[in-house]
């Protein structure tokens, strides 16, 4: 396939043919996307830079050993060394950000299966563009919802609400698509005496609202690189929007979490990144991945 290396090429191709689980490819996201068939995806979710017009970046530190201090509680000093350090460019001004956007999107929609659906994750800075930007190549009518990934962790402003959410813009291709209700994890009623026992030892469907925590800086599931997203948040959607057997793409794969809710929950996957360090870890987690039966 044209833009692609002959391994590359190699491992799509077995993905598409249902002879591979699925590949995590290191290069421009623009040219896999150009290269796939139409309509050979059921679901992509896409997590593109959120164009801050910086190198987001986000270093490891061990103490107790190392050449560099700095204080902590009770203003104590102690020596710490960086053990790792991971950074991807997100420099683009908004208006460039936006058009190369848009070529990819109007891709995905392409290789996007009649039933199949994008979720495409945005923050404050472009959500209300982005919204636009899909209307406009999927159509308004194809907008199914917008999702709030709520959570509480990081830095409180002192002259404004802290931006504690991100937004997950949901489209569909065609007029149907895949919610497997009964797949989807459920949460407690906040007001569990108001439903009787049975529905609240079940749980209800979460609403467009999910509050669920980052990936805790001391967690196992940490890679150390930056805007990792938490494995259950892609097992949701995963599961809702997709079934067994499904390909599930992400363009911008990052730490490959995509892949690994896809090969927990029994679907082929593909990924696709241009940073090398991501391409590595990506391939490293699903490495290590047991996937479902």
């Known amino acids: 396939m044209d833009g692609l290396a002959a391994a590359d090429d190699d491992a799509l191709r077995a993905v598409l043919a249902g002879e591979a689980a699925g590949a995590v490819l290191e290069g421009d ?3 896999v996307l150009r290269a796939l068939p139409d309509a050979s995806v059921d679901l992509c979710y896409a997590d593109p830079p959120f164009a801050t017009g910086r190198t987001q970046r986000l270093s490891s530190i061990r103490t107790g050993s190392g050449e560099q201090t700095r204080r902590g509680f009770g203003e104590r000093k102690y020596r710490y060394e960086v053990v790792s350090d991971l950074a991807y460019a997100d420099e683009l001004p908004l208006a460039d950000h936006l058009a190369a956007l848009r070529e990819r999107v ?3 929609r ?11 994750h945005c923050d404050w800075r472009t959500t209300h563009h982005v919204r636009l930007l899909l209307d406009d190549v999927f159509g308004p009518e194809r907008f199914l919802n917008e999702l709030v990934w709520a959570y509480d962790y990081g830095g409180r402003p002192r002259d404004r609400w802290p931006r504690k959410h991100d937004t997950i813009q949901w489209y569909a291709k065609g007029d149907d698509w895949r919610f497997e209700r009964d797949a989807i994890d459920r949460v407690p009623y906040l007001a569990p005496g108001l439903v009787g026992p049975e529905k609240a030892a079940r749980g209800k469907l979460p609403t467009d609202v999910w509050w669920m925590t980052i990936v805790p800086p001391a967690s196992a599931e940490r890679t150390g690189y930056p ?10 959607i995963v599961a809702a929007s997709s079934r067994p057997g499904d390909l599930v793409l992400d363009p911008y794969a990052g730490s490959g979490t995509t892949g690994v809710a896809a090969a927990r929950l029994g679907r ?10 991501a391409v590595e870890i990506a391939r490293a987690r699903l490495a290590a991945v047991d996937p479902a039966p």
């Open 110 to 120: 392409r290789v996007l299966a009649p039933h199949g659906s994008l979720y495409l």
């Open 268 to 277: 082929r996957w593909l990924l696709v990144d241009r940073n090398p360090d």
């Open 227 to 236: 805007t990792q997203k938490p494995v259950r948040l892609l097992e949701r």
């Open 29 to 31: 996201n623009l040219a």
């Open 106 to 108: 109007v891709e995905i």
